[in-house]
Antibody
Framework: DVQLVESGGGLVQPGGSLRLSCAAS????????MNWVRQAPGKGLEWVSR????????FYADSVEGRFTISRDNSQNTLFLQLNSLRAEDTAVYYC????????????WGLGTLVTVSS | VIWMTQSPPLLSASAGDRVTITCRASHNIGSYLAWYHQRPGKAPELLIHSASTLQTGVPSRFSGSGSGTDFTLTISRLQSEDFASYYCQQYYSFPWTFGQGTKVEVK
């Protein structure tokens, strides 16, 4: 079974940094593109970033471009999201999601990790 | 950016009802559309991809249709576990974008 487990969330002050991780199991991690999607409290889903299976082909939402960096370690089956220059509006549950190998819809999701940006 | 507009934002229904949610894209996205549902406090789950293909394991009471800019999600007979929020998403071009969501609540 596909399993995605996020970690690294927490309370951080505005302007601070955080690194999220997503541990993957149950599939050949390096064969799949991976994404981060977030959801602010009481709000809808917002796509954040995407990385290809080999670590190339990265994309970002305009709202995080230049502040967040997506990366992966295929030897450790782990996806990362480095969050810098955090703002109050970055407060959200961050989900990692696997994309289908060919058609790129998001076919498996983790349970999420909460990031709270507040002073 | 391709904007996705869902309606209605809130849908009140009873178990056994047939419900339909619509999603409109600001540009032609072909069939590069997925539907997800999200139960309260849970992660989103894929229901339908490629506009009309049911994900493995999803009950047949769910169906999707449309192409280009106009899409629909239909639940033929609402069951208790279907009271949740539903989102459409385009994966035609980056940035991927979601609709604002439709909450299906008990009437």
């Amino acid at each position: 079974d596909v399993q995605l487990v996020e970690s690294g969330g927490g309370l951080v002050q505005p302007g601070g940094s955080l690194r999220l991780s997503c541990a993957a199991s149950g599939f050949t991690f390096g064969n799949y593109g991976m994404n981060w999607v977030r959801q602010a409290p009481g709000k809808g889903l917002e796509w954040v970033s995407r990385i290809g299976g080999r670590g190339s082909n990265t994309f970002y939402a305009d709202s995080v471009e230049g502040r967040f960096t997506i990366s992966r370690d295929n030897s450790q089956n782990t996806l990362f999201l480095q969050l810098n220059s955090l703002r109050a509006e970055d407060t959200a549950v961050y989900y990692c999601a696997r994309e289908h190998s060919i058609i790129w819809y998001l076919d498996s999701w983790g349970l999420g990790t909460l990031v709270t940006v507040s002073s | 950016v391709i904007w996705m507009t869902q309606s209605p934002p809130l849908l009140s229904a009873s178990a056994g009802d047939r419900v339909t949610i619509t999603c409109r894209a600001s540009h032609n996205i072909g069939s590069y559309l997925a539907w997800y549902h999200q139960r309260p406090g849970k992660a989103p789950e894929l229901l339908i991809h490629s506009a009309s293909t049911l994900q493995t394991g999803v009950p047949s009471r769910f169906s999707g249709s449309g192409s280009g800019t106009d899409f629909t999600l239909t639940i033929s007979r609402l069951q208790s576990e279907d009271f949740a929020s539903y989102y459409c998403q385009q994966y035609y071009s980056f940035p991927w974008t979601f609709g604002q969501g439709t909450k299906v609540e008990v009437k």
